[in-house]
């Protein structure tokens, strides 16, 4: 194994954070779409597979390191929210979290002077920064919109599924 155990004990624990988050983006997914809000639904269901994608970077990653990945079961998902920026809110304090466990983990190979792990690890420093921009950005949207989730609507087909279609990052 080329990488130090504490980071692979760590990464493995990001596992089950990716996947959980992917989850998590299909419930939040569904709540949008029940409300009748397709454009807000696609984002989120594009955000769970963004996620799911995240969670197999580290699974590949540590099968290429000489590592075992563990795959685990999930916590339960929330289902319920008190609106759209409530659901947002949520989203945007997730990415957060897992900012915080990105730098962890980096702090971790940092220390274990795990070059290959901090070189791995770069890559989900900078899409921290998109995902909390973005889920930052719609949940502004929200609350400037004031109710009208019409204007939200349009702003997310406009925005920030262009984005994605042009190669930008709307990831999580």
């Known amino acids: ?29 569904v709540y949008f779409d029940k409300e009748g809000l397709p454009d807000l639904a696609n984002f ?4 769970s597979e963004e996620e799911r994608q995240h ?40 990415e957060i979290k897992v900012t915080n466990q990105i730098n962890n983990i980096m702090k971790i190979a940092t220390e274990e002077n795990d070059f290959t792990s901090q070189n791995f690890l770069q890559w989900f420093i900078n899409e921290q920064v998109e995902e909390v921009d973005s889920m930052s950005t719609l949940l502004q949207t929200i609350n400037h919109a004031g109710g009208t989730m019409l204007l939200v609507e349009d702003f997310v087909r406009r925005n920030m599924q262009a984005t994605a279609v042009d190669g930008g990052s709307t990831e999580a």
């Open 44 to 47: 989120f269901y594009r955000q």
């Open 55 to 94: 969670a197999m970077k580290f699974v590949h990653f540590l099968l290429e390191a000489g590592a075992k990945p563990i795959i685990p079961g999930l916590p339960d998902m929330r289902n319920e929210f008190d609106g759209a920026a409530g659901a947002v809110q949520f989203a945007l304090d997730q």
């Open 1 to 29: 194994m080329i990488i130090n155990s504490r980071s692979v004990d760590a990464m493995n624990a990001q596992i089950q954070s990716e996947f959980s988050a992917s989850a998590q983006y299909i419930a939040i997914a």
